[in-house]
């Protein structure tokens, strides 16, 4: 009786083990596998919808580092960009690779495109989504003129960044190859050929979907892998600051062009109208912020040279007769300068939208400038003792090469090139002024006259 007993109890004692065993492993498996139920998730949302450029990557730096002190569970970067600089690209990839918290790229909305710079950004992220009707590619390199890259440069640039895009493609599983052709042959991809071959994870219509595809998927922390349900998710939008959207602005092509055409405007002003200071303090601070903005994004020489020279033009119209053949050059070098101006990093030339009003615009003011100061200098002086020259003057007295002479109610010290018999009353024309001296001759017929 006892022995059976015995073996009860231990079977019992052993069954019990095995259920509380059970219960544990269960509920471990539900911490590691959904620790966000019951809590929020924290996104902080930041925009990158321009060229890559210094101001994006303080941006991308600065976002990083507020959800870091914040505490948030991820970055969420909705990107659109044509690309930008190799060197501010590098930077980005850096600080993504490096990031203290989860970085999703999205690129959004429908119309968006990750290109060029853009690629390496979309491989560097952990979690890549693009909306439907967004594409990614385009990633060769190009020279500063828009150009290509030629020779033993384009071999060691190609293959540079060939080694970073394989090394990011093959860390997240994706299709490295593909990374690869978008550097060689510049290969394009819609949403839907990029998440069927591999180069982005998943298609999200919007921040929702994109959530929900990211919680039932889980982000990797380092508490863990994160799952969580879309309602759990609570957005913050991230705002970069005054300095930011200033540096944006001033790194925006279209703005950066402007500022050199309205510099070489104001400085045009100021030279052929001195004295005037303003137009000159405006020119020389707008010239010097779009030489800095210049100096960043990809600007081609030659079409800086052009409008550089466009202005030497309109310059020496104004003392060079030529019959307005300097101002049409001037237009000229204007309108080809600015169709050159931007080329390659991503940058295509300016619209003509922007170029024609705009070129218009500044020859009719250079050229309106140069009319009347031309028609100053042509002009009689109206004020001053200039404007005595041509008048007439009435002799008070005089003894051979100088005397006195009355005009407009003062009296002056008058002098002739030759001795002259002039009686008082008599009147003489004004030809000349030396500093308080007149000079003088006699009107025609009138006694006193040279013979």
Not at 92 to 99: F, R, S, Y
Not at 281 to 310: D, H, K
Not at 380 to 404: C, I, T
């Amino acid at each position: 009786m006892c022995l059976p007993r015995l073996a009860m109890l231990r079977f019992r004692a052993d069954l019990t083990a095995v259920a509380v065993g059970i219960a544990l492993l269960l509920v471990g498996v539900g911490a590691v596998a959904a620790p966000a139920a019951g809590r929020q998730v924290r996104v902080l949302e930041a925009s990158l919808a321009s060229a890559i450029s210094p101001a994006q990557a303080d941006m991308l730096e600065a976002a990083l580092n507020r959800a870091r002190d914040s505490g948030a569970d991820m970055l969420l970067v909705r990107l659109d960009t044509p690309g930008g600089s190799i060197e501010v690209m590098r930077r980005m990839v850096m600080t993504i690779l490096n990031a203290p918290v989860p970085v999703v790229i999205w690129v959004a909305p429908s119309g968006a495109r990750a290109a060029s710079a853009g690629v390496f950004l979309a491989a560097a992220a952990p979690y890549l989504a693009m909306a439907p009707q967004t594409t990614i590619g385009s990633a060769s390199p190009v020279g500063l003129g828009g150009g290509d890259v030629k020779g033993t440069l384009k071999t060691k640039i190609k293959n540079d960044l060939l080694s970073l895009l394989r090394g990011m493609a093959e860390r997240y599983g994706r299709n490295a190859d593909w990374y690869a052709r978008a550097v060689t042959v510049a290969a394009n991809l819609d949403a839907m050929e990029a998440v069927r071959l591999r180069v982005a994870d998943m298609i999200a219509v919007d921040k929702s979907d994109l959530m929900d595809q990211l919680g039932r998927r889980g982000v990797a922390t380092d508490r863990g892998l994160l799952h969580f349900a879309a309602g759990d998710v609570r957005f913050e939008p991230f705002e970069p600051g005054l300095r930011h959207d200033l540096l944006s602005w001033l790194l925006d092509p279209s703005v950066a062009y402007i500022l050199l055409l309205a510099g070489l405007a104001g400085l045009y002003f100021e030279i052929t109208t001195p004295g005037v200071i303003l137009p000159g303090v405006f020119g020389s601070l707008c010239l010097l912020l779009s030489l800095y903005a210049m100096s960043v994004l990809p600007t081609n020489a030659a079409g800086l040279l052009l409008l550089l020279l466009g202005g030497v033009f309109f310059g020496l119209e104004v003392h060079i007769t030529s019959y307005g053949l300097l101002g049409l050059a001037g237009v000229a070098s204007f309108f080809l300068g600015s169709l050159l101006l931007f080329r390659g990093s991503g940058l295509g030339a300016l619209p003509l939208t922007l170029i024609l009003p705009t070129v218009a615009g500044l020859s009719l003011f250079l050229g309106l400038i140069g009319w009347l100061v031309t028609r100053a200098q042509l002009q009689r002086p109206k004020s001053g003792v200039e404007a005595l020259v041509g008048q007439k003057a009435v002799v008070r007295s005089w003894s051979g090469r100088s005397g006195k002479v009355f005009v407009r109610g003062e009296i002056w010290q008058a002098e002739s090139w030759d001795p002259l018999g002039l009686q008082p009353g008599q009147s003489v024309h004004i030809q000349s002024v030396s500093g308080l001296v007149l000079g003088v001759e006699p009107e025609s017929g009138q006694p006193g006259e040279t013979p």
